[in-house]
């Protein structure tokens, strides 16, 4: 699969009004939540179960990474397990190609996570007594594959994530990053369309933590791979996401690019999580700008044709530096040749603080 022509539009994971209760009495619970809409309190108070995943509808695009963040605890792996039935969904559908995995017989699952989906969890679990080579050979031995041909392949994926050296070498000799990496290799060998990433990066330093999101990103586009990542760090989804759910208690809260959700969070929930984000990069402006009739109205004088011009996706930053270097304090963000809009220092001020673009002002 060649990355400049994949068809962003195909659905390959679609998540439908999907459900998981946990507990012995999990049958009874979800039948009450369905019949008497009860609250997650109320399943865990009457029925002792948890309702870890409720109502999560989302899909996932060919060649897009999407991140799905929350804190702990908010049924993040539960989503990410119902995914590839590690977990079986209470209520809903999850279609995978088209098809309904909870249609598939044991030997459809088994083809469908080989060829489809590769995992890889926060701890990675390499095996201690085997080299990183056979570690990455792993998945393809299970699969019964012979060992000339597993070892090509998971040489190959060991040279992707750039541990072609390191082969002969057991876990123990590697760091903690690297270690992710062979376990991300392990994922890559069987050539899944789509990568599954449960906090594969939650465990490491900082440092080591940014290099391994370029670097996953990287790879993941240069592959034309799909990906859905879990996270629980705001910056890390915002990295590498090009769409972000938001969970909250079970509930997919928000769905939208980094530049939505910092811009127009949909709760205090989201505003939290959102309030220490940098602005400057994410939001555009097309966000920001003025419409530009009701700029007119304002600035009768101004010919918005004669201010400097902007592209819609222009960031903060570069909005700052045209702004700067103008002696004017408005710009014309021009689409297709034509002014769709005024961005003004209050505008890129008020973008900065995380408010809305001003109303439309009442002539
Ligand atoms: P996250 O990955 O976001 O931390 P999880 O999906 O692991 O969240 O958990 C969501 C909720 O479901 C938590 O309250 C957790 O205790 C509960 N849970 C997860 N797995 C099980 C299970 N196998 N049995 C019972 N409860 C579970
Ligand atoms: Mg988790």
């Known amino acids: 699969m060649n990355a400049s022509n994949i068809d962003t539009n195909e659905v390959l994971v679609d998540c439908q009004s999907v459900w998981k209760v946990f507990g012995a009495n999990a049958p009874e ?8 809409s009860l609250t ?5 108070q009457d029925y002792k179960c948890v309702v ?40 809903g559908k999850i279609i995978v190609k088209g098809k309904d995995i909870a249609k598939l017989n044991p030997a459809e699952l088994r083809k469908m996570r080989a060829r489809n989906m590769g995992m890889v969890f926060q701890s990675v679990a390499l095996l201690p007594h085997r080299t990183v080579l056979e ?5 393809l031995e299970v699969q019964g594959i012979s060992k000339g041909e597993r070892n ?9 994530v750039g541990l072609a050296d390191w082969v002969e070498r057991y876990p123990s000799d590697l760091s903690g990053g690297m270690q992710q990496r062979v376990g991300l290799a392990r994922a890559l060998a069987a050539d899944p369309e789509i990568i599954l990433m449960d906090e594969p990066f939650s465990a ?3 440092l ?13 586009k240069s592959l034309g791979k799909s990906s859905v990542f879990i996270t629980h760090d705001l910056d890390e989804a915002i990295r590498l996401g090009d769409r972000i759910a938001i969970m909250k208690d ?20 989201v505003a939290d999580f959102v309030a220490g984000i940098s602005r400057i990069h994410l939001v555009k402006a097309r966000s920001v700008m003025r419409p530009v009739d009701d700029f007119k109205r304002s600035q009768p004088q101004c010919d918005v044709n004669a201010l400097p011009q902007t592209s819609p996706d222009a960031d903060i930053g570069e909005l700052i530096d045209v702004t700067m270097q103008s002696d004017g304090n408005a710009l014309a963000v021009v689409e297709d040749g034509v002014v769709v809009g005024v961005v003004t220092v209050r505008g890129l001020l008020r973008g900065v603080a995380g408010m809305p673009a001003e109303e439309l002002v009442a002539a």
């Not at 997650?40 to 865990?44: G, H, I």
């Not at 509930?251 to 929930?269: N, S």
């Open 135 to 139: 570690n990455a050979a792993f998945g």
């Open 52 to 91: 870890a995943v409720s109502d999560a509808s989302f899909q996932l695009r060919r060649g897009e990474i999407f991140c799905v963040m929350g804190l702990s605890g908010s049924g993040k792996s539960t989503l990410i397990r119902l995914l590839n039935r590690l977990i079986e969904p209470s209520i």
């Open 29 to 36: 619970a979800m039948k009450a939540v369905v019949e008497r």
């Open 204 to 206: 490491l330093d900082p």
């Open 152 to 160: 090509r392949t998971a040489l190959a994926a060991l040279e992707k």
């Open 40 to 44: 997650k309190k109320q399943v865990l």
């Open 208 to 220: 080591i933590r940014r290099q391994q999101q370029d670097e996953f990103r990287r790879l993941t």
């Open 250 to 269: 079970g509930v997919i809260v928000q769905i939208g690019t980094a530049e939505d959700i910092v811009a127009k969070p949909a709760d205090d929930y």
